[in-house]
């Protein structure tokens, strides 16, 4: 069936720095793909999404880029702060309307 | 807005006993759906309603598990009998039209079924 692996699962990084979250799809008919971000306790929050005829999606410190043909799409967060510090999920859409979640990224931005 | 709105918070059951979970979505969001989340098996989608018809029921785990929308403001998730492998947060979301795209999450329910 459909799949979406993510990694790294545990990243850490200082204050200030980047940080890089990778995943790649099984279905290549997807066609949207959000990101989210849980705090502990909370439901996941849509942070940034991207469609399949876009290659790049920037909002201030957070960027999403997507390769159809290798079928994988990543989240770069710039100038990292502590309150970045959460759970990232990547998600793809299948053909058939259904979103398969990614098993999440714990990041850790170290003051 | 209010945002999605699920209820009860927390929810702590014992083995057998019916479990009903509500859910409020954003107004004039049309698609809902419901997911669960624990560590094994991360956020799987459960059910998802497109105008308060059923689409895709697929992700439900087994007949123990039932959902309704009986109106655009208001889903239940209903769990009869619960078992501790039930042992969850259920989150609620709501888009607006359908599809699947952009999906925003209530705060969640934890259960626990002892």
Known sequence: GENVEQHPSTLS?????????????????????????QELGKGPQLIIDI?????????QRIAVTLNKTAKHFSLHITETQPEDSAVYFCAAKTSYDKVIFGP???????? | DA??????RHEV??????????????SGHNSLFWYRQTMMRGLELLIYFNNNVPIDDSGMPEDRFSAKMPNASFSTLKIQPSEPRDSAVYFCASSLGSGGYEQYFGPGTRLTVT
Not at chain 1, 51 to 59: I, Y
Not at chain 1, 104 to 111: A, D, E, Q
């Open chain 1, 51 to 59: 469609r399949s005829n876009v290659g790049e999606k920037k909002d």
């Open chain 2, 13 to 26: 059951t014992e083995m057998g006993q019916e479990v009903t979970l509500r859910c409020k979505p954003i």
């Open chain 1, 104 to 111: 999440g990224t714990s990041l850790s931005v170290i003051p």
């Open chain 2, 3 to 8: 945002g999605v709105i699920q209820s009860p």
């Open chain 1, 13 to 37: 990084v200082q204050e200030g720095d980047s940080a890089v979250i990778k995943c790649t799809y099984s279905d290549s008919a997807s066609n949207y793909f959000p990101w989210y971000k």
